[in-house]
Every structure is written in structure tokens, then in C-alpha cells.
């Protein structure tokens, strides 16, 4: 079976920095792209991040650009996101998901939730004094 396991979040203080891991199983992640989301209370879950498979290349939302790293380690299966400057708003519980249909790649749309079919089950990232 295929699953994705994310770690790594905590509760730090406002301009703090974590980093999240996402270790895959079952598949290889460099095959796809691998998004990062984040939910948080009340609002519907958006798109944070995206690396897709091969060239690596990487997608970002306008809130998070300079602030957050997305990056893989194809030999250890795990995909990671540095976040830096951090904000109370970057509050949220932190998805990864994996794009194993390949849609990326005939629709686009790396930061859309609609393109992953595999998530992984959350880490709740808390920013704050």
C-alpha cells in the first residue's frame, strides 16, 4: 500500500522556523509530484507548496514565497518543507500528498487539491507567543 506519513510540526514563536518531513511508502516519490498544503480552522485547505517528479521543479504560494524551502531526498523517499520567518496566519495542520495519476502533468495545477489522490494524515503547525 501506498501512504505518506508527515512530521515535524510544533508550536513556535512568530519569525521561528521549522522544518516538515513527508517520508513515502509503497511508491517513489521522484516518480510524482509531491504538494504541501496547509488547513487551518474554518477554511478550506490550500496549497502551500509543490516539487514535481524528475527536474524537481518547485511551485509556491504567493503568501509563503521567500519564506518557505520545499526540497526531496529521493534516496531516503521523503520530501521536506523548511519554513522560515514563520507567522501566526502559517497556523494550520500541514498536509503532503503525492500526484500518482500524473495529472500535473497534462493539467497543471500543483497547488490545486484536486490533482493528489494520496495524503498523508497531517502535522498541526502552531505559530505563537
Known amino acids: 500500500q501506498r501512504h505518506l506519513v508527515e512530521s515535524g510540526g510544533d508550536l513556535v514563536q512568530p519569525g521561528g522556523s521549522l522544518r516538515l518531513s513527508c517520508a513515502a511508502s509503497?511508491?517513489?516519490?521522484?516518480?510524482?509530484?509531491i504538494g504541501w498544503f496547509r488547513q487551518a480552522p474554518g477554511k478550506e485547505r490550500e496549497g502551500v507548496s509543490a516539487i514535481s517528479g524528475g527536474h524537481g521543479t518547485t511551485y509556491y504560494a504567493e503568501a509563503v514565497k521567500g519564506r518557505f524551502t520545499i526540497s526531496k531526498d529521493n534516496a531516503k523517499n521523503t520530501a521536506y518543507l523548511q519554513m522560515d520567518t514563520l507567522k501566526p496566519e502559517d497556523s494550520a495542520v500541514y498536509y503532503c500528498?503525492?500526484?500518482?495519476?500524473?495529472?500535473?502533468?497534462?493539467?497543471?495545477?500543483?497547488?490545486?487539491?484536486?490533482?493528489?489522490?494520496?495524503w498523508g494524515q497531517g502535522t498541526q503547525v502552531t505559530v505563537s507567543s
Open positions: 500528498a503525492a500526484d500518482t495519476r500524473r495529472l500535473t502533468t497534462v493539467v497543471g495545477m500543483p497547488l490545486s487539491t484536486r490533482v493528489y489522490d494520496i
Open positions: 509503497g511508491f517513489a516519490m521522484d516518480d510524482y509530484t
